[in-house]
């Protein structure tokens, strides 16, 4: 059996029964606890979750930042592991991270960063050249927290803290079909607009005719897309009407300001 770590994992949900048990599974043998948030799910979630062995607490969804710090607050560890419900931590990850505090070794940071690399529904594990991002996921919660960002979930650390790199991945099934990707691109693009607007953040014009084009190649060439063949080209194309959207809502919200009775 293998020894279980000082550690907390949590895991923030909202209908995620066909993904979730997947995630926990990745975890729960070596760590000290696992942590369900879940914000009020109608399918099965919380029954799967539990029999993973995970704990659920519901909190209804407040936005992803405070959902995360709330879900820090769950925890009996200072050492905390985030997980999304849709991110697997790879063998290697989980060999490299229980070697690493089983002698001491994370203490030399106080924040460690993961790589999370996109894998396909058609795939069995991210490929080399997937697109990925670094971001602390393995961290002292004294030393930093999620920021309170309704839209950006993102752990920020304390002043001096120190900062390291883990060499192991986190998969991310991002994305269960297409209809699925393209629903979640409208919901998000509304999210980030209102949240620009709160900060009276506005977009010029002109992105609506640059933002199509320059995105589409972002993602066609500076994340490869164009090594998955088709599929990256539809990859592409999603990617790219995503950015779209979000420019265009924001001049949507413009013109119904300016015609409003009391301009």
């Not at 879940?38 to 959902?67: C, I, K, L, M």
């Not at 063998?91 to 993961?114: C, K, N, S, T, Y």
């Not at 409208?186 to 209102?194: E, F, G």
Request: glycine letters at 6%; one cysteine or more.
């Amino acid at each position: 059996m293998t020894a279980r770590l000082p550690l907390s994992v949590f895991i923030i949900a909202r209908d995620e029964a066909d993904r979730i048990a997947q995630t926990i599974r990745s975890v729960r043998d070596w760590v000290d606890e696992v942590i369900v948030i879940d914000s009020g799910s109608v399918d099965a979630t919380v029954a799967v979750a539990e029999a993973e062995g995970a704990r659920v607490v519901f909190n209804a969804w407040p936005g992803y930042g405070p959902q995360k710090r709330f879900g820090e607050d769950q925890c009996r560890n200072d050492w905390l592991f985030n997980l999304d419900a849709d991110e697997v931590v790879t063998p290697g990850l989980a060999e490299e991270i229980q070697a690493l505090m089983g002698a001491g070794g994370h203490l030399a940071a106080d924040g460690w960063r993961v790589m999370i690399r996109d894998v396909y529904a058609h795939e069995d594990e991210p490929a080399s050249w997937a697109y990925g991002y670094h971001q602390i996921r393995l961290y002292d919660r004294r030393k930093g927290r999620f920021s309170a960002s309704t839209v950006h979930d993102t752990v920020r650390p304390e002043p001096g803290a120190r900062l390291a790199d883990l060499k192991g991945v986190v998969a991310h099934h991002s994305i269960r079909s297409l209809t699925f990707q393209v629903e979640k691109y409208n919901r998000y693009s509304t999210m980030q607009v209102n949240d620009m607007r709160a900060r009276s953040r506005s977009l010029p014009r002109w992105r609506l005719v640059t933002e199509f084009p320059f995105a589409f190649l972002k993602a066609y060439v500076a994340r490869k897309y164009v090594r998955y063949g088709w599929w990256g080209l539809i990859l592409s194309v999603n990617y790219a009407h995503a950015r779209f959207l979000r420019v265009a809502k924001a001049y949507e919200a413009d013109l119904v300001d300016r015609h409003k009775p009391d301009h």
